[in-house]
């Protein structure tokens, strides 16, 4: 087995091409698992027993945090990469993932505090999901700030990479000391969200939203490595050539 | 490594306000809450925990800025890369040198300003147990965010907002060991996680900061 | 399918529809951010670079 298709594949002008052509084969699959989840989902599942159909938040609240989740540690190995292997598309991926990821998390934080109104009876609770949630987005925000002071490239890629490793390591810290925080405090009624009995008809769309979620994620990354490529590649011959196609 | 940890407390000590400042600065929060509360030691009493240990945090995040930032300022950040010498072990001399000239005299101090807030006396020693070892992680964590930082025009704010959240933790732990001495019961299980957190950090961060400064200073 | 019903959502409807439509545009916001990007970084490169066309 040889490293050379590897090796092509992160030479920028294969990529810039091979991203192009991905971006469709991402792209559409996922606007329709998402349409056909959503149908799913606030058609077709039943109303849950204690959550009536309030519950349906759930189809975009999970498939959210799950992203938000994912695109994290895509972020932190590429970045790893990059750092280790100095493989500069690593790098575009982590800088081209980051805002992707930040807004997935405000986007389960949002939906989770609608959600928790009707639910809890407040805006806003500190449940040990959302509260975990809110620190990853806090990591985010970090990653992106840091990156955006650097003007150097090469220093701000190696820098974020090194700021996103030591956040995932301490990830599990997190999310272990808050679960035990919120544990301490038996609060009134808090119910834990997200947990009605699931049955199939309303796992389903569930699932088909998460992987309809995580093929948008793919044909937005492509899009967005394929404008970093652009950037980075200051003047190299191959990208007049390609551009002016 | 005895030599940078000795030159760096010589330094700090000549320059009194870097010491003093995160202490008042301490104080100043711990005033802040009864005023904006209640002056009722009873109420204070449930939040004390709390309240010493962010005012702990934030007062300590002051003294950070000025870890490598003199050392990036005339060139001898420069002369340690160069130097050959590992600059993990470096890195964790002048971690100890922070935590020495920065965290403990915050941990001394704990106890006047928990009397203000109604902490009973037998809960004093959980108190600068946990802040000592809660600033030891804050001067290990840290560091990798001065190192990261280095330079940067507005690197103090963007500083708090990479240190902060990889502190929650260290916060959670702190601030519940310190409630649980109050309320008379034991705080051995929080002051623990911290000590292990403690020492995972100061595995760690020599490494991350290493790292980062060579990344900051090409 | 009852609409009424539907839209309704149980009572639920103020809830469930707003969630349902920020998800909606953030996700349409990033399609447009990400095509911009890469739209302005072609331009800029461009103009940096030329049109490429070289007479031969």
């Known amino acids: 087995m040889s490293w050379t298709w590897f090796h092509k594949l992160a030479s920028p002008p294969h990529f810039y091409r091979i991203a192009g052509r991905l971006t469709p084969w991402f792209g559409w699959p996922a606007f329709l698992l998402i349409v056909i989840g959503l149908y799913g989902g ?37 970045a790893g990469i990059g750092l280790i292997w100095r493989i500069k598309l690593a790098h575009a991926v982590a800088a081209a993932a980051a805002p992707v990821g930040a807004w997935f998390a405000f986007l389960a934080l949002a939906t989770g505090s609608i959600w928790g109104k009707p639910m809890w009876g407040t805006w806003w609770v500190w449940d040990a999901r959302l509260t975990s949630e809110l620190i990853l987005l806090f990591l985010y925000l970090g990653c992106i700030a840091l990156r955006a002071s650097i003007d150097e490239r090469d220093r701000a890629d190696r820098a974020c990479a090194v700021l996103a490793l030591v956040g995932v390591v301490n990830l599990p810290i997190i999310h272990y000391s808050v679960y035990w925080w919120n544990t301490l405090h038996q609060g009134s009624t808090i119910t834990k969200i997200g947990k009605p009995s699931i049955t199939f008809d309303m796992l389903w769309p569930l699932l088909t939203m998460i992987v309809g979620f995580t093929l948008y994620f793919g044909a937005i990354l492509m899009t967005r490595l394929r404008a970093e490529v652009i950037r980075r590649e200051r003047d190299a011959t191959w990208l007049r050539e390609e551009l002016a196609r | 490594m005895g030599l940078v940890y000795h030159g760096d407390l010589i330094l700090a000590f000549r320059r009194w306000e870097q010491i003093a400042q995160p202490v008042v600065f301490f104080a100043m929060i711990t005033t802040l809450v009864p005023l904006a509360l209640s002056p009722e030691l009873a109420q204070l009493r449930q939040i004390a925990g709390g309240v010493l240990w962010i005012a702990g945090l934030l007062a300590a995040l002051l003294g950070l800025e000025f870890l490598y ?134 595995t760690l961060s020599p490494l991350a900061v290493a790292a980062s400064l060579r990344i900051s200073q090409e | 399918m009852n609409w009424t019903e539907f839209l309704a959502m149980g009572g639920y409807a103020k809830f469930v529809w707003p969630s349902f439509g920020l998800t909606l545009i953030v996700l349409i916001l990033n399609i447009r951010a990400a095509r911009r990007l890469h739209r302005t970084a072609r331009e800029q490169a461009l103009r940096r670079l030329g049109t490429g066309r070289t007479q031969p």
């Open chain 1, 42 to 78: 606030l058609v077709l599942a039943p109303p849950d027993y204690q959550q009536g159909e309030g519950f349906r938040i759930l189809y975009v609240h999970a498939p959210s945090a799950w992203m938000s989740m994912f695109i994290y540690s895509t972020l932190a190995i590429s």
């Open chain 2, 69 to 202: 930032r003199a050392d990036y300022a005339d060139g001898t950040l420069e002369q340690m890369l160069l130097s050959g010498q590992p600059l993990a072990l470096l890195s964790l001399a002048k971690t100890a040198a922070h935590w020495t000239s920065s965290g403990l005299p915050l941990v001394l101090v704990s106890p006047l300003l928990a009397i203000s807030l109604g902490v009973p006396t037998d809960a004093m020693g959980v108190l600068m147990i946990s802040l000592a070892l809660g600033t030891g992680i804050l001067s290990a964590l840290g560091a990798i965010g001065a190192a990261l930082t280095l330079g940067l025009r507005r690197g103090s704010v963007l500083l708090s907002l990479l240190v902060l959240p990889l502190a929650m933790p260290a916060l959670i732990f702190g601030a519940r060991g310190v409630d649980m001495a109050i309320h008379g019961d034991s705080a051995r299980g929080p002051l623990l996680l911290l000590g292990a957190m403690l020492v995972l950090s100061l």
